[in-house]
């Protein structure tokens, strides 16, 4: 059984930087594809963040060059850095977790506001 546990979040003026962090509980850390997404009020799950578990990392375009995703195998952590914020940017985060064999994300976590304020 896996649990994922966000933290991080809270209120940021735009420009500013946040970082989020996931912790992993259960086995097996280093097996996990792990991944963040967000969503703001009204609006679709958009996905933000991706880290394999190589450790190679990809993001969509509204992030890129802004979001770095990284991961501690030895802290089961998967974190989260957030630079340059924009209004837009402000949502629920959350992160999630599978293995390779998985078609979809099946632990999610219970998610962490982040507000960005102009």
């Known amino acids: 059984q896996v649990e994922l546990a966000e933290s991080g979040g809270g209120l940021v003026q735009a420009g500013g930087s946040l970082r989020l962090s996931c912790a992993f509980l259960?086995?097996?850390?280093?097996?996990?594809?792990m991944a963040w997404f967000r969503q703001a009020p009204g609006k679709e799950r958009e996905w933000v963040a991706v880290i394999t578990a190589g450790g190679s990392t990809n993001y969509p375009d509204s992030v890129k060059g802004r979001f770095t995703v990284s991961r501690d195998n030895l802290k089961n952590t998967v974190y989260l850095q957030m630079n340059s914020l924009k209004v837009e940017d402000a949502a629920v985060y959350y992160c999630a977790a599978k293995t390779i064999r998985m078609s979809e994300y099946e632990y999610w976590g219970q998610g962490t506001q982040v507000t960005v304020s102009s």
């Open positions: 259960g086995r097996d850390f280093s097996n996990y594809v």
